[in-house]
């Protein structure tokens, strides 16, 4: 009798049976006897053999990410938290089989292959959030054709309507290649501070109380969002736009301020750079260096209360993830140095 795949419960079962076949044909204890009840399963249903297929497309794509530093810096994070989701036991199986075929686990998020890619969607208890653990990058293409790319440790909440396309950073970076729509404008808010655009490409970071936007391509306009209660005169009170073109950075406060926000020049290759798991320092204070480097792990260098540690300036470009690295090349151009200081922290000193 001929199934209806279309439920997505069959789908997950054979999902679930394609990736215990992967498991078992990896096995050195694997016997011809078991090859050939797989290739009989195969020629079972036409969709047993594509889910199998697929499911080989996406052990491809892992592989070659499995170099890659979010992946690296996730691996212990991810192993832990799969204990805490309380997946049941087959999709276990299945995550587990795909982290010992690349020597990573993945969490939290449902992995849709789609020919050789590996997209990350929506977080599953909202379709309309989407998130990035630390050290984790994902690309999440909207509804309306706009691709937003999140940097480590972000989330982001999706508000469409008729007339209007509405983003929210919650906390984190994310770069917006915003599909043309003139009728339904394109905005992300980040705390009071309102970006809007109708077809560009732009990267904004929240952190702390800090709001950066850095315009790729296109024209932008930032706005301070007038907050209830709030008694603020001059600039602020008027929330007069600030318009960007490209290849300009604003710098501004996430929370509406009377002061004028920074406007400057930016190389927008180098602060996008992010997306392919690097980052660039010139001239950055060690401590700020470190900061930036621990956005994109779960070990964490802490550095110890030492005047002469500010005086030392970083420059160069530096794999996310790699924390060790980072130390190791500190301790080769400063006199520091580093040690463990208890479960994933280091102690960064002077030497």
Same mark, same amino acid.
């Given at each position: 009798?001929?199934?209806?795949?279309?439920?997505?419960?069959?789908?997950?079962?054979?999902?679930?049976?394609?990736?215990?076949?992967?498991?078992?044909?990896?096995?050195?204890?694997?016997?011809?006897?078991?090859?050939?009840?797989?290739?009989?399963?195969?020629?079972?249903?036409?969709?047993?053999?594509?889910?199998?297929?697929?499911?080989?497309?996406?052990?491809?794509?892992?592989?070659?990410?499995?170099?890659?530093?979010?992946?690296?810096?996730?691996?212990?994070?991810?192993?832990?938290?799969?204990?805490?989701?309380?997946?049941?036991?087959?999709?276990?199986?299945?995550?587990?089989?795909?982290?010992?075929?690349?020597?990573?686990?993945?969490?939290?998020?449902?992995?849709?292959?789609?020919?050789?890619?590996?997209?990350?969607?929506?977080?599953?208890?909202?379709?309309?959030?989407?998130?990035?653990?630390?050290?984790?990058?994902?690309?999440?293409?909207?509804?309306?054709?706009?691709?937003?790319?999140?940097?480590?440790?972000?989330?982001?909440?999706?508000?469409?309507?008729?007339?209007?396309?509405? /983003?929210? #950073?919650?906390? !984190? $970076?994310? &770069?917006?290649?915003? @599909?043309?729509?003139?009728?339904?404008?394109? %905005? +992300?808010? =980040?705390?009071?501070?309102?970006?809007?655009?109708?077809?560009?490409?732009?990267?904004?970071?929240?952190?702390?109380?800090?709001?950066?936007?850095?315009?790729?391509?296109?024209?932008?306009?930032?706005?301070?969002?007038?907050?209830?209660?709030?008694?603020?005169?001059?600039?602020?009170?008027?929330?007069?736009? /600030?318009? #960007?073109?490209? !290849? $300009?950075? &604003?710098?501004?406060? @996430?929370?509406?301020?009377?002061?004028?926000? %920074? +406007?400057? =020049?930016?190389?927008?290759?180098?602060?996008?750079?992010?997306?392919?798991?690097?980052?660039?320092?010139?001239?950055?204070?060690?401590?700020?260096?470190?900061?930036?480097?621990?956005?994109?792990?779960?070990?964490?260098?802490?550095?110890?209360?030492?005047?002469?540690?500010?005086?030392?300036?970083?420059?160069?470009?530096?794999?996310?993830?790699? $924390?060790?690295?980072?130390?190791? @090349?500190?301790?080769?151009?400063?006199?520091?140095?580093?040690?463990?200081?208890?479960?994933?922290?280091?102690?960064?000193?002077?030497?």
């Amino acid at each position: 009798m001929k199934h209806n795949y279309s439920d997505r419960g069959m789908m997950a079962a054979i999902d679930d049976q394609a990736a215990a076949w992967d498991a078992r044909l990896r096995a050195a204890d694997c016997t011809e006897e078991e090859r050939v009840r797989f290739r009989s399963w195969c020629e079972q249903q036409s969709e047993h053999q594509q889910r199998f297929d697929t499911l080989q497309l996406t052990l491809s794509a892992l592989r070659d990410a499995a170099d890659l530093p979010e992946i690296q810096s996730m691996r212990e994070a991810a192993l832990v938290e799969s204990k805490k989701t309380g997946l049941r036991a087959p999709a276990l199986r299945w995550l587990t089989g795909i982290a010992a075929s690349v020597g990573v686990a993945v969490f939290g998020f449902s992995l849709i292959p789609i020919d050789s890619e590996v997209l990350i969607v929506a977080d599953r208890s909202d379709p309309h959030v989407y998130v990035t653990a630390v050290g984790e990058r994902s690309t999440a293409n909207l509804a309306d054709g706009t691709v937003a790319t999140l940097n480590t440790n972000t989330r982001i909440r999706v508000e469409y309507s008729d007339t209007a396309r509405i /983003v929210i #950073l919650d906390q !984190g $970076q994310a &770069l917006f290649e915003v @599909a043309k729509n003139p009728d339904r404008p394109f %905005t +992300v808010v =980040a705390g009071d501070q309102r970006i809007t655009a109708i077809g560009t490409i732009f990267d904004v970071r929240y952190q702390q109380d800090e709001v950066k936007v850095t315009l790729v391509e296109g024209v932008i306009e930032v706005v301070t969002e007038q907050v209830p209660g709030t008694n603020l005169t001059g600039p602020a009170a008027a929330t007069a736009p /600030v318009r #960007l073109t490209a !290849g $300009q950075q &604003l710098l501004t406060t @996430a929370i509406a301020s009377p002061s004028l926000p %920074t +406007v400057q =020049a930016a190389d927008a290759e180098l602060e996008t750079i992010w997306r392919q798991g690097r980052v660039f320092f010139e001239d950055v204070p060690l401590p700020e260096a470190v900061a930036e480097m621990n956005r994109y792990s779960v070990t964490q260098i802490i550095v110890a209360d030492d005047p002469a540690l500010v005086s030392h300036k970083v420059n160069g470009m530096f794999r996310t993830g790699q $924390q060790v690295n980072f130390v190791s @090349a500190l301790e080769d151009y400063f006199p520091v140095e580093i040690e463990q200081a208890g479960t994933n922290r280091l102690l960064l000193k002077s030497r």
